[in-house]
């Protein structure tokens, strides 16, 4: 049997790359709530004491969402510029890698952030660390579009419209200075940190564009 | 090498939502074996006592099953809907990440009602907790097949039968309102509440329409 | 664009399944490594010691190796079983998710056997518990087999080479004698019953067909 | 519906074995997170001191990124290497599971080398067995290669420039000899052996082929 040659070989490199990043991905977004601890409750007391209990771990609950959030709508930004790729090369993997080793690496801050909640000298630490990690994979996002641009990753006959999109996805020069607007705040006060990247992981996760179009076509 | 235009790459699209979707499930299915503790035994110990041992943690069994049974339900149904579609939109990709956020967040509750097991105003708190779990997911469920419907994502060409099975698919209000009791039940008895969760998850898990077909087969 | 109908859609399902599976198995094989704690070593001790230290967890490393092999043999199983389908049902993906129950359920009874190694009477529930839970993966691999067979899962076209390869796969019967054995003997005496599922796994994982093949090419 | 004959079912094969390696890769470089503990932090502590806790524990850091590197390099080697090949036989499935078995065991010996720091001869003990496993998972890739070569995987057909490409991947010699001399080596200094294994994993990971073809295009 004669093997795929050229464009069949490349589509096959991208999609195993895209296997291996969905993999860490889903990993990493789905391993958060093994941090999360069930409060100890003693024998006797009432129902409403154990919700009080569960309620006082709010900072955890809260750290779940905003995690769980950032990976997600990384994980649609990083589909959308790889879907919009012609094919990969040995750079884009290894740039690539340190995207997922960032990702991956995003569990701990997020532990650190609910473990260390109410305690302020040590949450003002927490909220900065965990900005330079999602700092970086904003970064990383971004070095991934710019280098897929530079060589030409997108291929000559791709259509300009996609093209566009993805390029749009990739100017994320707005939410890299959200980041370090949140972590410089985060350190001032804690909870306002938090919020901010509360906020910026529901910004990037509102399909704006879809919402357009079906606001159109109801008009 | 020209790209894939418009249908290879709204597949492709789809591909990726079911892949990363798949890579939660699986994840979280298998990450539910974490919270079984072994018990510790003593040295001297006969065998029938570590028996003894082992079944009294059957409430921990018992969560394992119905978390398991249920998020494999949710992944049946979940892989018949997005099957159905001919493409998918901004929408349903946040939509599913919603979807993933409460299935991969069900081994919190799960450890809930296994940890408190025994305590009966916690398993209370516990029992009803979980349900809000399980009915989120069904909602989320039901939310994603009725964005497909309006949205036109099932495609103009879909052979009715195929819709119809989805449709029946995401007609979920007969488990919404299963679940609904079950945590109402699980207020006032908690282990009443479990029995229904694992009864509800059995039915779900039940092919009836092969089942129907088999038996029509040997008619 | 026209939607795939009949047997591009029947395929999508089978890889669907496959990817939940491949998740599935590829997560318990390496969740298992969770359950290797390093040992305490106190300040002072000389390298020996410490060797010595991780030698006496040998149980713990036996254990690792065994459900490694297994599960990988299973999942080997598994997949030339799905390969040889030409489509599958809804019955099947049922069967196939009791397969994966209790393949994400066998940390649990490898954590038994290392945990309470040393404890004859607790080693002996162990033992005869781990070979139940393997036993009843074989039957659920003979089950699926089974029943792709009456419902004709396999496919009119199928050539009968590979028919033949997918039947001999799922006569299991002398690896479930085995297990019985293993599990029998475990219980009189414990070291024995690890080292016979030690012996299953290695046969399952030795490719006899394919060294056949290379003996004959090197003759 | 006739089957795939055939070239599609070997294909098929390999995809499947790709799957499923790419989630185990993608597991045990996830997961390695987990063994990173948030240190402890009293109250009335303040932000320095918390900075101070958390930059003592560089070497669990050290750990996380040398394994992550380790596993991300292993895992672009396997993919050249498989994605070079027209099929697969049974003999090259046991082999990469074979590789497998250490690559999803690695988080082990990183733990040990983290919860051992500072402890000389631990440190000792732990870093000759992590050079250990790394040697073995590099013996792994080489065997796959020969055995891919020896039974003709490559397929008749193949561009002899793929071929030859995949021929250099496999010929890991170097990294093979530098992994005996870093264990050789951590053994009289932990440190520079740890420092020795940074080294070979970031240098497996620099695309030199690619770095190479960026400067021509520049030039």
């Known amino acids: ?5 050229g464009p069949a070989r490349i589509k096959h490199k991208k999609n195993r790359l895209e296997a291996f990043s969905d993999g860490v991905f889903a990993i990493a977004i789905t391993l958060l709530v093994l941090e999360i601890a069930v409060p100890a409750v003693k024998l006797g007391v009432g129902s409403g004491e154990v919700i009080n209990h569960l ?6 609950y809260l750290a779940y969402f905003v995690s769980f959030m950032t990976i997600g709508a990384v994980w649609i930004e990083h589909s959308a510029l790889v879907d919009a790729l012609d094919h990969i090369d040995g750079v884009f993997m290894r ?3 340190v995207l997922l080793l960032f990702c991956a690496f995003l569990p701990f801050p997020t532990r650190m952030m609910s473990e260390w909640a109410g305690n302020v000298p040590a949450e003002r630490v927490a909220v ?3 900005g330079i990690v999602l700092l970086v994979m904003t970064l990383m996002l971004m070095l991934l579009g710019r280098h897929a641009e530079r060589q030409g990753l997108f291929g000559d006959d791709a259509a300009d419209e ?9 100017q994320l020069t707005p939410s890299l200075i959200a980041y370090v607007a949140a972590a410089v705040l985060g350190f001032l ?9 509360l906020l910026i992981a529901i910004y990037l996760a509102i399909p704006l564009r879809d919402i357009r179009k079906m606001l159109r076509k109801r008009a």
Not at 1 to 5: I, L
Not at 189 to 197: A, D, F, T
């Open 95 to 97: 740039l690539n890698l």
């Open 189 to 197: 006060s804690p909870r306002l940190g938090v919020s901010l990247y």
């Open 1 to 5: 049997m004669a093997e795929p040659q």
């Open 128 to 130: 900065v660390f965990y």
């Open 162 to 170: 996609r093209k566009e999109e993805a390029r749009v996805k990739y």
């Open 55 to 60: 309620a006082d771990e709010w900072p955890v």
